[in-house]
């Protein structure tokens, strides 16, 4: 709330056992999915939040280097002499993130198998005991309560925190980052029976009375509502009108643009284009590495895992097609609704001449 709204006050209750802080750091990690949807300009790729407060006097890798500045005002007359304190560390938020720890336990695998490798997950678990450690050492705790067990509490909080917090919002992410199977498997029903057919990669729609880009996204978007569809819509700094969230493996981007030609005569072009999601690029690492460990190990290609890999790549891209197949038939259908005429390739080019 604090990072939508500056003027928001927000009443946080005390957790005063360990499952109920887990439980209010998943809801938060589900919450950030969910906002992520309807407010992609205001996330990160990894889902996080981007704001410049501060919250929780999160830690400061530089805080032994810079203290915080005073403005003293001209002469030291200034009035109201406010404190500024040092920004917060970026790296920091890097090193406790889940992702660095899903990094570590990949790179602690590999080294299993590979010894030059086995140095560099124990640095990089250092890394993230150093934040919990930077904030057990700066929170402030009541006097009485100050003991050393209270000080490890504070470590293991701040090492489990962002850990809890990614992994509900990733698997959040995931389960609304997707359409249903009926959905997808539902085809559309045309007239001329047509709907989907063609270059899935490109298509064209004529119009004669002015029916340009604007109405046809509007038209799709109609479409999607109705059928269920998971989407997101550009926010003015992306490269797409319209992201199509599919299935675990991929997602359809969507882009328009519409051609004058004289009157109220256009051209609007669509162009549909995969796009990969996070399970199927850690999927298709972890083949790619076992890959590399036989050939470097054993000099010859291993069938039994090269088999396995190439049925899950022919799997993928029967499901990429099949997955853009049906977006095609939606545009389609939008495009009917508003009386367009599709045109091929070669219609289009008999148009621009």
Not at 18 to 44: C, P
Not at 119 to 145: D, H, N, Q, W
Not at 263 to 289: E, H
Request: a positive charge; charged letters at 20%.
């Amino acid at each position: 709330v604090i990072a939508f709204s500056p003027t928001a006050i927000v009443w946080h209750h005390r957790r005063f056992t360990l499952g109920a802080f887990r439980k209010q750091q998943a809801g938060y990690g589900e919450a950030e999915s969910m906002l992520r949807f309807k407010h992609l300009i205001f996330f990160g790729p990894t889902g996080t939040a981007k704001w410049r407060g501060q919250i929780y006097g999160s830690p400061r890798f530089s805080w032994f280097i810079n203290r915080p500045i005073i403005y003293h005002g001209i002469f030291g007359e200034g009035f109201f002499q406010s404190i500024y304190p040092s920004p917060q560390s970026e790296i920091a938020n890097y090193l406790s993130s889940i992702e660095w720890f899903v990094l570590t336990l990949f790179l602690f695998g590999l080294g299993i198998f590979l010894p030059i490798l086995r140095i560099v997950p124990y640095l990089m678990l250092g890394g993230t005991l150093c934040v919990a450690l930077s904030y057990m050492l700066r929170a402030r705790i009541e006097p009485k309560f100050d003991t050393i067990p209270a000080r490890l509490l504070v470590m293991f909080l701040a090492f489990a925190q962002p850990l809890v917090r990614g992994w509900n919002r990733y698997f959040t992410w995931l389960e609304f980052k997707r359409t249903p199977r009926g959905v997808i498997g539902t085809h559309e029903k045309m007239p001329s029976g047509k709907a989907g057919r063609g270059n899935l990669r490109r298509r064209n729609y004529w119009s004669e009375d002015g029916v340009e880009r604007n109405a046809l996204l509007k038209s799709t978007f109609q479409l999607l509502e109705e059928e269920g569809w998971s989407y997101s819509a550009d926010t003015g700094w992306k490269e797409w009108d319209i992201q199509i969230y599919g299935n675990f493996f991929w997602s359809v981007i969507l882009q328009t643009v519409t051609e004058y030609h004289g009157g109220p005569k256009c051209l609007t072009r669509v162009r549909l284009r995969y796009r990969f999601v996070t399970t199927t690029v850690i999927i298709n690492l972890l083949f790619l590495a076992m890959i590399i460990y036989r050939d470097l190990n054993s000099g010859n290609v291993d069938l039994r895992v090269l088999i396995p890999y190439g049925i899950f790549l022919l799997f993928l891209w029967t499901r990429a097609r099949r997955l853009k197949r049906r977006v095609a038939e939606i545009v389609d259908v939008a495009a009917y609704r508003l009386g367009l005429q599709r045109i091929g390739k070669r219609g289009a080019e008999d148009v621009i001449r």
